[in-house]
């Protein structure tokens, strides 16, 4: 029944999505965010070879796939964004990024950007998911060196993963400041781009990345991004274990943005 739901509200989503796009007519880049690339019984992680169908499917159909600094200096500038645009990013940091996710990557010569939760990075846990006992294992500071040297980007997720607009704003300059720092020494290259922890954020956390010298942060919020959009409240679009390669088609033409965007607003709804 739900499943049926969804099909009938991706229909009526694309519908609308089309129609919106035809009244925008703007450029505009679609971040993507996944987490675990893994067999993980966690909804955020997309199996091995759905991942690699997904990148097969971007470069069939003639997808763009910016580096996130590509996107973000192409925002800034107001230059032309090419169409079909797509921005590929994870989050946390997990083993199997390396492991499985580099590889296709690689293979594809796409370029992606990182997001450590840089405290937890070769530590042996990752505690960052929720509705979980499962604690999977992170990066190790060596495989981020290797992909850094194979073009891939880190930015900065936190040191510990905090909701940041639930902290003292001291403890929020410190989770920001501290992790670019710490990343930058291991890396020697800057850190430029930041995104927050499960896209919790207030005006004051947002301010205080921009404060830190970072070029664009990324939250959760649905949609696409266009040349008017903050770069400091990128939108990005959820990649999950339900994202068959014909459920990400749907998603990459906006079929589920609506959708979404409900669902985000229900959960800050109920957050505050
Ligand atoms: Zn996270």
Sequence with gaps: MQSHLRRILSVVGMGVGRWVHSLRQRPSVRILYYHSISDLPVRSSVAPEVFAAHMGHLQEHGYHVLSLNEAVQQV??????????????????FLDNYEQAFPVLTRFGFPATIFLAASYIGSGRLPTLTHTDFVPQPLTWDQVKEMHAGGIEFGSHTLTHPMLSRIPLSQVRQEVRDSKRFMEDILSAPVRFFCYPR?????????????????????IRPGVNDLKTDVFTLKRTYMSRRDTVEEFAKKLAGAYDL???GGYLWHRLRRA
Aim: hydrophobic share 40%; net charge negative.
């Design 259 to 261: 959708l979404q965007l």
């Design 76 to 93: 800034q500038t107001c230059s032309p964004l090419p169409e079909k645009s797509v921005v590929l990013t994870f989050d946390d940091g």
């Design 199 to 219: 896209g919790d954020f207030s005006a004051a956390v947002r301010h205080i990345v921009q404060d830190e010298g970072y070029a664009a942060a990324c939250t």
